[in-house]
């Protein structure tokens, strides 16, 4: 079956880094957009950053543009994102998805990974 694992979360203070990980397995893996997004206590989940299948596009949410990357490794099956200068508001949890070339919203979920900034 597909899976969506994260990876990387933690506690860090403001101003650091982070890294996250996504590997992704029982889906054929360049076929998928993927994406990451976010969920702070009490606020809806966010879209934060996506990569197309070639990775020749990205996009990301104003809040992070600038401070995180997105990046994958098909050879790997894996997404990354990389999060500089991080803020308290970036705490939140973070999923990793995917959506495949044929669909219009992403339907493929991780569990989350928690990140934590302290100010």
């Known amino acids: 079956q597909v899976q969506l694992v994260e990876s990387g979360g933690g506690l860090v203070q403001a101003g650091g880094s982070l890294r996250l990980s996504c590997a992704a397995s029982?889906?054929?893996?360049?076929?998928?957009?993927m994406g990451w997004f976010r969920q702070a206590p009490g606020k809806e989940r966010e879209f934060t950053a996506a990569?197309?299948?070639?990775?020749?596009?990205?996009s990301y949410a104003d809040s992070v543009k600038g401070r995180f990357t997105i990046s994958r490794d098909n050879a790997k099956n894996t997404v990354n994102l990389s999060m500089d200068s991080l803020k308290p508001e970036d705490t939140a949890v973070y999923y990793c998805?995917?959506?495949?070339?044929?669909?219009?919203?992403?339907?493929?979920w991780g569990q989350g990974t928690q990140v934590t900034v302290s100010s």
């Open positions: 990569i197309t299948w070639s990775g020749s596009a990205t």
């Open positions: 029982g889906l054929s893996f360049s076929s998928y957009t």
């Open positions: 998805a995917a959506r495949h070339y044929s669909r219009n919203s992403f339907h493929l």
